[in-house]
């Protein structure tokens, strides 16, 4: 049905007799690749004239053709230890989860630090998380790190600890801030080149399977390491597979741009996260007596923003928290004040996960031209009347996280990622969760969170010219098996569908909750095929 395993950037290929989403042509049911660019799109009749000059004619036999995904915020080295490591995010109490940290320990008798992720205590009877003298147990006196699902805190063993200079990681329970940093900095020094580079490829080749074509990495020196980075962006130049576009999280230009990074941003903290009560509040959370963890001040903020603009560099900051948002915009309108507002607009300076917005902060953004990092699983994960959001803030402000549909109708450029492994890599259901988001009025249409998921990755490093199928444009796409196509009317809250060829408007698969989503069959990046699914 497809195309054969030696596709490369050189071949020339016609892709025909399927669907293809694209702009130029909304009816288009072809396309050419030709020196790993999209070359012409088009119609079934129109086909015909390219069919004598091609290296390979591929019958789609009625698949759809779309962009790559672009997964906009990733940690790259993480996610493929959580995929070959030990995953506690299905765990259903605490006694399961060590429960699985006996077994993994069993399992594993050459590592020198066990490794685990995605615990959440809040959806479990009780809410308590693991004792260090319970895991002590489990792992029979090993070093153990085991990172919350939101990955600013965690819980280890006593034999860990053991590791790290000083005691100021030494109370029990769940480690946050500059602890778990250091926790954090030894369970990681621990894996070796070789497992590194193991996790690098797994993670890679599972979102090559996912129709991801490229991913920005979001590496850190409190997040990774600089061989991480750099490691990871060799791999990524040497091997087919997703582009990665690196980001490193450090007030220190000049390193980011040494280490091959294209911004000095990423998750640069200003605060930590709402499920460790950490993200910084103007008002005290609703289920603890404090306003959660302030890491930089609209200063810090002014001062980064300065220096990055001035250098040719992206700025940017993670920034959940109200408190912490406000003083990004203080910071980058201090900014932008020094060194002018239209520098700092044509930077496209990021914030990542931007979860907690007011009116006025949303025309803030608009203003000062930011890139909106978002995460709509978020949502899907944490949101709703009984989610982790209401316990923590109270139902009133919990209604007022993640207003997708504000931004975009403010004009701010949204950029949709997974957080991985925060949140699985999954780029149609992070469509999904946009389009159908717990509350009613921050959801947007399923076109726009596609494309926000495509292109907006794409103008979020700086490229308007891509994350399309027009001729021209970089060949990143994905083959699926999908249903029927159908277009969703752009004011429509409800989800009602179209299958109407005459709106004009390309089809998208139907992605009401409780259906199938699409099954990627092929990803090729930049005219070359980094997955293929077995059998086809």
């Given at each position: 049905?497809?195309?054969?395993?030696?596709?490369?950037?050189?071949?020339?290929?016609?892709?025909?007799?399927?669907?293809?989403?694209?702009?130029?042509?909304?009816?288009?049911?072809?396309m050419?690749?030709?020196?790993?660019?999209?070359?012409?799109?088009?119609s079934?009749?129109?086909?015909?004239?390219?069919a004598?000059?091609?290296?390979?004619?591929?019958?789609?036999?009625?698949?759809?053709?779309?962009?790559?995904?672009?997964?906009?915020?990733?940690?790259?080295?993480?996610?493929?230890?959580?995929?070959?490591?030990?995953?506690l995010?299905?765990?259903?109490?605490?006694?399961?989860?060590?429960?699985?940290v006996?077994d993994f320990?069993?399992?594993?008798?050459?590592?020198?630090?066990?490794?685990?992720?995605?615990?959440?205590?809040?959806?479990?009877?009780?809410?308590?998380?693991?004792?260090?003298?319970?895991?002590?147990?489990?792992?029979?006196?090993?070093?153990?790190?085991?990172?919350?699902?939101?990955?600013?805190?965690?819980?280890?063993?006593t034999?860990?600890?053991?590791?790290?200079?000083?005691?100021?990681?030494?109370?029990?329970?769940?480690l946050?801030?500059?602890?778990?940093?250091?926790?954090?900095?030894?369970?990681?020094?621990?894996?070796?080149?070789?497992?590194?580079?193991?996790?690098?490829?797994?993670?890679?080749?599972?979102?090559?399977?996912?129709?991801?074509?490229?991913?920005?990495?979001?590496?850190?020196?409190?997040?990774?390491?600089?061989?991480?980075?750099?490691?990871?962006?060799?791999?990524?130049?040497?091997?087919p597979?997703?582009?990665?576009i690196?980001?490193?999280a450090?007030?220190?230009?000049?390193?980011?741009?040494?280490?091959?990074?294209?911004?000095?941003?990423?998750d640069?903290?200003?605060?930590?996260?709402?499920?460790?009560?950490?993200?910084?509040?103007?008002?005290?959370?609703?289920?603890?007596?404090?306003?959660?963890?302030?890491?930089?001040?609209?200063?810090?903020?002014?001062?980064?923003?300065?220096?990055c603009?001035?250098?040719?560099?992206?700025?940017?900051?993670?920034?959940i928290?109200?408190?912490?948002?406000?003083?990004?915009?203080?910071?980058?309108r201090?900014?932008?004040?020094?060194?002018?507002?239209a520098?700092?607009?044509?930077?496209?300076?990021r914030?990542?996960?931007a979860?907690?917005?007011?009116?006025?902060?949303v025309?803030?953004?608009?203003?000062?031209?930011?890139?909106?990092?978002?995460q709509?699983?978020f949502?899907?994960?944490?949101?709703g009347?009984?989610?982790?959001?209401a316990?923590?803030?109270?139902?009133d402000?919990?209604?007022?996280?993640?207003?997708?549909?504000?931004?975009?109708?403010?004009?701010?450029?949204?950029?949709?990622?997974s957080?991985?492994?925060?949140?699985?890599?999954?780029?149609?259901?992070?469509?999904r969760?946009?389009?159908?988001?717990?509350?009613?009025?921050?959801?947007?249409?399923?076109?726009?969170?596609?494309?926000?998921?495509?292109?907006?990755?794409?103008?979020?490093?700086?490229?308007?010219?891509?994350?399309?199928?027009?001729?021209?444009?970089?060949?990143?796409?994905?083959?699926?098996?999908?249903?029927?196509?159908?277009?969703?009317?752009?004011?429509?809250?409800?989800?009602?569908?179209?299958?109407?060829?005459?709106?004009?408007?390309?089809?998208?698969?139907?992605?009401?909750?409780?259906?199938d989503?699409?099954?990627?069959?092929?990803?090729?990046?930049?005219?070359?095929?980094?997955?293929?699914?077995?059998?086809?």
């Amino acid at each position: 049905m497809l195309m054969s395993e030696s596709t490369t950037p050189s071949s020339t290929v016609l892709l025909r007799r399927g669907e293809v989403h694209s702009p130029a042509d909304p009816f288009a049911t072809a396309m050419v690749v030709e020196r790993g660019q999209v070359a012409w799109v088009g119609s079934e009749g129109a086909a015909d004239a390219f069919a004598d000059g091609v290296d390979e004619v591929v019958d789609l036999d009625g698949a759809l053709v779309t962009p790559a995904f672009t997964d906009a915020h990733v940690h790259t080295t993480a996610t493929g230890l959580a995929l070959t490591g030990l995953d506690l995010s299905g765990a259903p109490t605490r006694e399961a989860a060590l429960a699985l940290v006996r077994d993994f320990a069993a399992a594993r008798p050459g590592d020198r630090v066990l490794l685990g992720h995605g615990w959440d205590a809040a959806r479990w009877p009780g809410g308590v998380a693991p004792t260090r003298a319970e895991l002590d147990e489990a792992t029979g006196g090993r070093p153990l790190y085991l990172s919350r699902i939101d990955v600013h805190s965690a819980v280890v063993s006593t034999a860990l600890l053991d590791l790290v200079a000083g005691d100021s990681a030494r109370a029990d329970g769940p480690l946050t801030g500059d602890p778990h940093h250091a926790v954090r900095a030894a369970a990681l020094g621990a894996v070796t080149p070789a497992q590194r580079d193991e996790a690098q490829r797994a993670a890679l080749a599972h979102a090559a399977s996912l129709g991801i074509g490229t991913v920005h990495e979001c590496a850190g020196p409190e997040i990774s390491a600089e061989d991480d980075l750099t490691g990871l962006l060799r791999l990524s130049a040497e091997e087919p597979g997703p582009r990665v576009i690196g980001y490193w999280a450090e007030q220190d230009v000049d390193k980011a741009r040494e280490l091959g990074a294209v911004g000095a941003a990423g998750d640069l903290f200003v605060d930590g996260s709402l499920g460790s009560h950490t993200a910084r509040l103007h008002q005290p959370y609703a289920d603890a007596g404090h306003t959660g963890t302030a890491h930089l001040d609209a200063a810090d903020v002014a001062a980064h923003v300065v220096a990055c603009t001035e250098a040719g560099l992206q700025a940017g900051f993670h920034a959940i928290g109200d408190a912490a948002v406000t003083a990004v915009v203080e910071g980058v309108r201090a900014a932008a004040d020094k060194v002018g507002l239209a520098r700092v607009r044509a930077a496209r300076h990021r914030i990542e996960h931007a979860e907690m917005l007011t009116p006025e902060s949303v025309a803030a953004f608009a203003e000062l031209g930011l890139t909106a990092s978002v995460q709509p699983a978020f949502d899907a994960l944490w949101g709703g009347a009984d989610g982790m959001y209401a316990e923590r803030l109270g139902a009133d402000r919990a209604r007022t996280l993640n207003p997708y549909a504000a931004l975009l109708r403010a004009g701010v450029p949204l950029a949709f990622g997974s957080d991985s492994p925060v949140t699985p890599l999954d780029p149609w259901g992070t469509v999904r969760a946009a389009a159908f988001h717990r509350t009613p009025e921050h959801r947007v249409s399923v076109r726009a969170a596609f494309t926000a998921h495509t292109r907006g990755g794409w103008r979020a490093i700086g490229r308007d010219d891509a994350g399309v199928l027009v001729p021209g444009v970089p060949a990143d796409y994905a083959v699926w098996r999908t249903g029927e196509l159908v277009v969703q009317a752009p004011d429509d809250r409800v989800a009602r569908w179209s299958t109407d060829p005459r709106s004009g408007t390309p089809g998208l698969p139907d992605l009401t909750p409780g259906g199938d989503l699409p099954v990627c069959l092929r990803t090729v990046v930049g005219g070359r095929t980094v997955f293929v699914r077995p059998g086809e």
